[in-house]
């Protein structure tokens, strides 16, 4: 079915043509509800990285990206490194 033809079947049938709502992250929503948990792990452990972190949360029984951790931390105005985790050099960025 054609676009325009949708368009026009939503017209009759709901007097407007305004474009449906798109698809909403709900998982996201789902681990919204663990922040705090979350934030309490980064705050034991302010080395972990993101993949340390969900694998943390695994452990607990919570499946989650790392993409959707970096959303909450970022929420918060905290940034973590995504690449794979590096013991901690004393002069500086490895």
């Known amino acids: ?4 033809s949708r368009w ?7 007097g407007q043509i305004a474009s449906w709502a798109q698809r909403s992250d709900r998982r996201s929503q789902a681990i919204e509800v663990q922040a705090d948990p979350i934030q309490a ?4 452990h302010p080395a ?3 993949d340390e972190l969900r694998d ?3 452990v607990q029984g919570v499946a989650t990206s790392t993409g959707a951790l ?3 931390f970022a929420r918060q105005g905290i940034t973590r490194k995504r690449r794979r ?3 901690l ?3 500086g960025r490895t």
């Open 41 to 44: 792990t980064y705050e034991a």
């Open 56 to 58: 943390a949360r695994a």
């Open 85 to 87: 985790c590096a013991r």
């Open 70 to 72: 970096a959303r909450i």
């Open 8 to 14: 026009a079947k939503r017209v009759r049938k709901e």
């Open 89 to 91: 050099n004393s002069r």
């Open 48 to 50: 972990i990285c993101l």
């Open 1 to 4: 079915m054609s676009r325009a």
